[in-house]
């Protein structure tokens, strides 16, 4: 069974920064690229960023580029996001999820019907 536990979220001001942790099991994390995905009160899913299964490769949405970084540790079956430089527009719940490589390199980073779980809640405010 997959399991995926999110963590490190909170209340931060704008400008702040925030790690995101996300702690797989259930897969063999280290053939699969992983995704984050975030939802903001009252609006759909968006996706956020996505490193492959090697870690050699990783993809942003224009809204974070240049302000987060993903990471991952195979060895510890672990995906991070490095969120700086927040903004109250990146208040949301942070999803992490598995991906094939395959579905990487098409740009096809989330599925929407993936079963989300509770995912680590991010406040920017002041």
């Known amino acids: 069974e997959v399991q995926l536990v999110e963590s490190g979220g909170g209340l931060v001001q704008p400008g702040g920064s925030l790690r995101l942790s996300c702690a797989a099991s259930?897969?063999?994390?280290?053939?699969?690229?992983m995704t984050w995905v975030r939802q903001a009160p009252g609006k759909g899913l968006e996706w956020v960023s996505a490193?492959?299964?090697?870690?050699?490769?990783?993809s942003y949405a224009d809204s974070v580029k240049g302000r987060f970084t993903i990471s991952r540790d195979n060895a510890k079956n672990t995906v991070s996001l490095q969120m700086n430089s927040l903004e109250p527009d990146d208040t949301a719940v942070y999803h992490c999820?598995?991906?094939?490589?395959?579905?990487?390199?098409?740009?096809?980073?989330?599925?929407?019907?993936?079963?989300w779980g509770q995912g680590t809640q991010v406040t920017v405010s002041s």
């Open positions: 490193i492959n299964s090697g870690g050699g490769s990783t």
């Open positions: 999820a598995p991906r094939t490589d395959r579905s990487y390199y098409a740009g096809r980073y989330y599925l929407p019907s993936y079963p």
């Open positions: 259930g897969f063999t994390f280290s053939t699969y690229a």
